[in-house]
């Protein structure tokens, strides 16, 4: 039986320990390759057994968890979730029986049994919620913090039943009568549950908005006879080749080539440029971009998964399945942190009551209170809230970071090395032709161009075969590209090569690139090309950071050192092949952290060995494995982008963990002395997440303004 990929939407998951417990869940019942994102409700895994989905769906629900097989969406807009439904239902009963606390001894409130069976109701909920999902951890094989809450409020609880009945109809009874803090740290733990689920949502709302902009339906022309009808028809069902017709206001539902009309677009989701691009007959469109004016018909190219829009997706879920090492020393130490403070409040309790002669119901008090103010999901959720922000904003730019440790690694860098042809350079290269040799003929010349550019993925092919559309292949054999140097073939029984004055043998350097056969020259070419408007900036940028920056090109060493004196870049190297940046890349590597920035598949081993590959150029690059960044586009603005939200994330990520470390280690100590009673320290836990989560919301505000 064959593994199939499934996707659960999963309500109810706040922090780690919830996602580790429905690891644990789908782990036992037979899942592989498991990745569980609390943040946006999601869980993804393989499973050979179709049965056991329906034992998982059980388990999950069992735990406390809403979850839905076909991955739709298990709340609708605007209801209340069930933890806001416990936490309404428990309020009432626990505001009045905290009224008791101000109220005269005299009053009904004060009476035993009314507090009794004030509490009963929400303990009966607590019991529910926090032990449900206490038992399923730890048959799952994970303990959460779930234990502590129903730990401490039950101790609460049935201690104070120990208190009135030994203590019936005594002064003192009230002395050993904890209802209202049993009652509190419920409600107070729900209470922050819920504030927690709305905040954490707001750190993925980008990243949930870009999910929705691959379109639902779609216009799709039918042929019938002479005629052609309009269906309306889901987006995920067109194929290649379909034909789609599309207007104004409509978002285009799957990559394809404009057959009739002119359209105005907006690719703004794609690139983060603003300004609109008009494209006509023959051009591309790419899904995600939003039709701002015109009509026409397109012929689709790629679509679902495949599509511009379907990549970046899929590169951003991807991206959130990576954890950056601080978070991965935070886990650590959260998934021991439970079993460390069950032995915190153990000893809490003996020390108070042996050693420090407090009487057993402040020492009681004192263990509880331990128990409910420590909180292990701020460590956990310090890094992931941060990087949600990052991966959203940067997305939305149409910088696409494939793994979230790239915010940490980029912090890091401090060399930078560019490719020049369409990284720095524009890439719309001007090819001029020099003079021809007598007795061959120019379209023959141009056909054998043509023949050998189509076997190249170079920028200089891609411009050749522009300038040869209306021109036929001329009939090649053995077409060989050798990479960074130039392309041969058999031609009439002759050696056919096409390259650099090195690699065709010729000794005339005047020209650029040079065609051969059997060791003549039949003709030359020279290229030129002109530096990105935000070239200069860029590396101004860089230079302000202190990071190095070098160019490593495949281009003449006097065409490098032109682009490297106009930037101001002292550190270059021309006529590079291949293997001549991996070992200038290795040499670096030795020494520091370097990223590498490249225009695509051309620079993919560069990319890999790098300690950071970023590919920049059009929806192509989405499409190099090797790079861990793709910016969609052509702006090395971008790239700044990218440095700035590394910088901001990692800062926000530190200060997030101080804060959680720096909580628990005061908050502990000061609840084990007594200090904090446990409702004061279930109101501290319950808010110390929100603070955590609050910091990562503020990206949402200094990001934007930090990049502008």
Not at 107 to 114: A, D, E, K, S
Not at 273 to 283: A, N, V
Request: some cysteine.
């Amino acid at each position: 039986m064959e593994e199939e990929r499934r996707n659960l939407k999963v309500e109810g998951m706040t922090c780690n320990h919830c996602a580790s417990t429905v690891l644990g869940i789908i782990k036992q019942e037979g899942g592989g390759d498991i990745h569980v994102d609390y943040l946006m409700g999601e869980a993804n895994f393989d499973l050979k057994n179709a049965q056991k989905m329906d034992k998982i769906l059980k388990r999950l629900e069992s735990a406390g968890y809403k979850s839905n097989a076909e991955g739709s969406e298990n709340q609708s807009q605007g209801s209340l979730s069930d933890i806001e439904k416990k936490f309404l239902f428990t309020l009432p009963f626990s505001l009045t029986l905290f009224s008791h606390m101000f109220a005269p001894h005299d009053w009904l409130i004060n009476n035993i049994w009314v507090q009794f069976f004030l509490c009963l109701p929400v303990f009966m909920m607590g019991l529910y919620h926090f032990g449900r999902s206490t038992f399923e951890s730890i048959k799952s094989g994970h303990i959460n913090m779930d234990i502590l809450i129903l730990i401490g409020s039950s101790s609460a609880f049935f201690y104070s039943i120990y208190g009135a009945i030994t203590h019936y109809g005594s002064a003192e009874v009230h002395d050993f009568l904890f209802f209202e803090t049993t009652s509190t740290i419920i409600t107070l733990v729900l209470l922050g549950y819920v504030i927690e689920h709305k905040a954490v949502q707001r750190t993925t709302t980008i990243l949930r908005d870009l999910y929705k902009t691959q379109p639902e339906k779609a216009k799709k022309l039918v042929q019938n006879g002479l005629n052609q009808d309009l269906e309306v028809v889901n987006a995920s069902s067109l194929v290649e080749d379909d034909i789609i017709l599309v207007n104004t206001g409509d978002p285009i539902p799957a990559d394809g080539m404009i057959i009739h009309g002119t359209l105005t677009l907006d690719e703004a989701m794609l690139t983060g440029e603003s300004e609109h691009l008009q494209k006509e007959k023959g051009q591309e469109v790419f899904s995600g971009s939003l039709i701002v004016d015109g009509n026409g018909t397109l012929r689709v190219t790629k679509t679902g998964k495949e599509s511009t829009i379907g990549k970046i997706i899929e590169l951003v879920k991807q991206s959130r399945s990576d954890k950056p090492s601080v978070q991965k020393l935070a886990d650590k130490i959260s998934s021991i942190f439970v079993p460390t403070i069950l032995i915190l409040s153990s000893l809490t309790f003996i020390i108070n009551y042996t050693l420090v002669d407090t009487s057993m119901s402040d020492a009681i008090l004192r263990s509880i209170a331990v128990l409910v103010i420590a909180c292990p999901c701020a460590m956990g959720l310090a890094t992931p809230t941060a990087v949600s922000v990052g991966l959203g904003l940067a997305a939305k730019l149409g910088i696409i970071v494939k793994k979230a440790s790239v915010f940490e690694e980029v912090n890091a860098i401090k060399t930078i090395v560019f490719d020049k042809t369409g990284t720095l350079t524009s890439g719309d290269l001007q090819i001029s032709m020099n003079d021809l040799e007598d007795g061959y003929d120019q379209e023959v010349v141009w056909g054998i161009i043509k023949s050998l550019e189509l076997r190249s993925n170079h920028p200089i092919a891609h411009r050749f075969l522009s300038l040869t559309d209306h021109i036929s292949k001329t009939p090649l054999e053995n077409i060989e590209e050798v990479k960074g140097r130039g392309l041969k073939a058999r031609y009439n029984n002759m050696n056919a090569q096409f390259g650099s004055a090195e690699f065709t043998g010729v000794s005339n350097n005047d020209a650029d690139l040079f065609l051969t056969l059997d060791d003549k020259l039949i003709t030359s070419f020279n290229v030129t090309d002109e530096l990105k408007p935000d070239a200069s900036e860029t590396i101004n940028f860089f230079t302000k950071k202190n990071l190095n920056t070098t160019i490593l090109s495949g281009d003449s060493h006097k065409k490098t050192a032109s682009i490297a004196q106009l930037l101001n870049i002292s550190d270059f190297k021309g006529g590079q092949l291949p293997e001549d940046k991996l070992a200038e890349l290795k040499h670096l590597k030795e020494r520091t952290k370097v990223a590498m920035v490249g225009d695509g598949v051309n620079d993919s081993p560069a990319l890999a060995l790098a300690d950071v590959g970023i590919s920049i150029g059009n929806s192509n690059a989405l499409a190099v494995d090797s790079a861990k960044v793709v910016i969609v586009g052509n702006k090395l603005e971008l790239l700044q982008h990218l440095f700035k939200i590394s910088d901001k994330v990692v800062l926000t990520i530190k200060q997030n963990l101080f804060w959680a470390f720096a909580y628990n280690l005061v908050a502990i100590p000061l609840a084990a002395a007594g200090y904090l009673d446990p409702m004061l320290a279930a109101l501290s836990m319950a808010f110390s997440d929100v603070i955590v989560i609050g910091n990562s919301l503020r990206l949402k505000m200094i990001l934007p303004n930090s990049i502008r």
